[in-house]
């Protein structure tokens, strides 16, 4: 039965995870860089953190010298809301209908969210869309 998981960029960089080459490598990135285009399929910027949230997000931390002295990385995520944020713009009608097309995708093939967050470290995006895409997969099985 094929899987929704999801890596980041570094991971499969450095070959730590190794999709099959039947598998859909999807980035969830508002702008590809550091290569990691490389390593995907295809990119799909409607399920990207929208800019206004992930300048708000960086500019937060940036002004608290987030993981130094100041709050860390998840703490400013808890501060602005990211979490409630991000699932309103997957909400829109584009990240919507991008949505269904990867869980028609899930229907025959594993699909892997990538965009550049180590989730051991640091709370992701893509860790809510992987969330949201499930739930929405059950609703359709109702």
């Avoid at 295809?42 to 987030?66: Q, Y």
């Avoid at 990211?82 to 949505?99: I, K, Q, S, T, W």
């Avoid at 470290?121 to 059950?138: F, G, N, P, S």
Wanted: charged residues 35%; negative net charge; hydrophobic residues 30%.
């Amino acid at each position: 039965m094929p899987q929704l998981r999801d890596t980041y960029h570094a991971a499969l960089q450095h070959g730590h995870v190794d999709p099959d080459d039947s598998a859909l490598v999807v980035g969830v990135v508002r702008r590809p860089s550091y290569g990691i285009g490389t390593y995907l399929d295809r990119n799909v910027p409607e399920l990207a953190t929208p800019d206004d949230l992930l300048d708000e997000f960086k500019s937060r931390l940036d002004e608290v010298g987030g993981d130094d002295d100041g709050p860390t990385h998840d703490e400013v995520w808890n501060e602005v809301d990211f979490g409630e944020r991000y699932r309103d713009h997957l909400r829109n009608p584009e990240p919507r209908r991008a949505m269904d097309d990867l869980l028609g995708e899930l229907e025959s093939r594993d699909v892997w969210l990538v965009c550049y967050e180590n989730t051991d470290d640091k709370r992701c995006h893509r860790t809510i869309l992987k969330a949201v895409l499930r739930e929405r997969a059950a609703s359709k099985r109702e």
